[in-house]
């Protein structure tokens, strides 16, 4: 092929391109789908945003939420992969896999929904769990309940998240200086809207999940259950704080994405103050705020 092409063949399997580049020395535990993939020649500057090129390798909501009804077309056991590896001490490795879908097919975020799928079947079961556990007396109730977690803390929660992440990044957090070769860049919305899932991952394993075998003590009124149902929510909101800073920090065109980092910092302002204020009556219990929110009749 002459010099002047795009497109060229890469003589290394996918999967193994991706093992040999991951951190620590060690093997990724991801699963790449392999096929016919085809790799950007770096020797030719990239296609722009606007061009054809670009614009052809982009999926469609249409073929988005297409490919959500046909289980066929939905890779599950990388998703879930990759799941283990956001609660793994190395989560920065998912985002290998969005450099590989930018090397291929000249985008960022995910094409395929299975990832979505499965936070949502995830907290379906959860919600009807919880629903099961407070007794909720009517199935209307619980699917409510399936509805606002469904809806509100995960769907509403994440395209505010999102859209202010992308907001900051792009008219903030943009590299300065840019070499000629290369277009200018804008971080996607699906792709701020992956790092949300991405980031959901481990405070739902921590607020859906390890906090239900702990409710006989979270809705407590005793200073142990502040304690330990501030301590859940501490970790689960300053964990997702961590992997969307990561999230943000594998795009090359960003700098100072440590901004995303900053919420920490009240995270555990509100968890000291909720300790120093419990005994003049100002200690809040999140677990049992919570819980009051969703439950109380």
Request: hydrophobic share 45%.
């Amino acid at each position: 092929m002459s010099s002047s092409g795009i497109i060229a063949a890469d003589p290394m399997p996918a999967k193994s391109r991706l093992s040999k580049s991951s951190p620590s020395g060690g093997q990724s535990n991801l699963t790449i789908p392999t096929g016919n993939t085809n790799m950007l020649n770096l020797h030719s500057p990239s296609p722009s945003f606007n061009s054809p090129a670009a614009l052809s390798t982009a999926i469609t909501a249409q073929q988005y939420f297409h490919r959500m009804t046909d289980l066929q077309q939905m890779d599950l056991q990388s998703a879930i992969d990759q799941m283990r590896t956001l609660v793994s001490i190395y989560p920065q490795r998912v985002y290998k896999m969005a450099y590989y879908r930018k090397q291929t097919k000249n985008h960022w975020a995910r094409d395929d929904p299975a990832f979505c799928f499965l936070q949502v079947v995830m907290i379906i079961a959860s919600s009807i769990t919880y629903g099961l556990a407070f007794r909720v007396s009517s199935a209307s109730a619980v699917i409510g309940f399936v509805l606002k977690s469904v809806l509100i803390n995960w769907l509403g929660f994440g395209v505010v998240v999102s859209s202010l992440g992308r907001l900051v990044a792009n008219q903030h957090l943009m590299t300065a200086e840019r070499s000629s070769s290369h277009v200018k860049q804008n971080v996607e919305w699906l792709y701020a809207f992956d790092v949300h899932c991405n980031s959901f991952v481990p405070l739902f394993v921590i607020l859906y999940g390890v906090q239900f075998f702990l409710l006989p003590i979270v809705l407590g009124s005793s200073l142990l259950s502040l304690g330990v149902a501030n301590t859940l929510y501490a970790i689960a909101f300053g964990w997702y704080c961590y992997i969307t800073h990561l999230g943000y920090r594998a795009l090359p065109f960003l700098s100072n994405t440590e901004v995303f980092l900053f919420p920490i910092a009240a995270i555990l302002v509100l968890y000291v103050f909720n300790f120093i204020g419990y005994p003049f009556g100002l200690g809040w219990n999140a677990s049992r705020i919570v819980a009051y929110v969703y439950f109380e009749s």
